[in-house]
């Protein structure tokens, strides 16, 4: 179900003993809360809280290429000048000209299941970094994801894996592009 530029989700996944699952949901939904309802209405998932429902954001500047944040739902706006001047040894200055625009995502993605998983072709090209942060809470828990693509399916469909699985999958194939930022 993933592009064939995502097989290495599911290959350094199952080689660090993670259990990666694809889920299928009943109706399509594009926003973090439209997801946790879903989820709360099945039976073993009534234990589902907001930030265990996870969210990557891409980030641009002019033709600059994009910086994502990987977050939980936190309800709030994350601001690039809080995180990227102490994660990327950014400027301040520099930093408040990223925004997020929902008509300019990464290839392999739609607004609406922008997955913390890219495309192998986008890391170093069209994505310069990625930003994890490390919301110790959640740390060990399962989270749902999008998992990317832009057929309407996709909207339908998440992953369930490990908070941090996400981090040491997102580290070992894409190395010093990827950064941990605690919250």
Not at 85 to 93: A, I, V
Not at 95 to 101: L, N, P, Q, S
Request: net charge neutral; with cysteine.
């Amino acid at each position: 179900m993933l592009h064939e530029e995502q097989n290495y989700v599911f290959e350094i996944g199952k080689a660090l003993g993670y259990e990666l699952k694809l889920v299928h949901h009943k109706r399509p939904t594009i926003s973090c809360a439209e997801k946790l309802d879903l989820l709360k209405e099945g039976l073993n998932f009534s234990e589902w809280t907001l930030d265990r429902v996870v969210k990557a954001l891409y980030f641009s500047r002019n033709n600059s290429p994009f910086i994502g944040i990987i977050t939980p739902e936190f309800n709030k706006n994350i601001k690039p000048k809080e995180i990227f001047p102490r994660t990327l040894k950014m400027s301040n200055g520099k930093a408040e000209r990223y925004w997020i625009d929902p008509n300019h995502v990464p290839k392999g993605m739609t607004w609406g299941t922008c997955t913390p998983f890219p495309l192998v072709s986008s890391m170093g090209i069209e994505i310069s970094d990625l930003i994890f942060l490390d919301h110790s809470p959640i740390r060990n828990e399962l989270v749902d994801i999008s998992v990317g693509g832009s057929s309407k399916e996709m909207f339908e469909i998440s992953m369930h894996l490990p908070y941090m699985a996400i981090y040491e999958i997102l580290r070992k194939q894409f190395g010093e592009r990827i950064h941990l930022h605690p919250i």
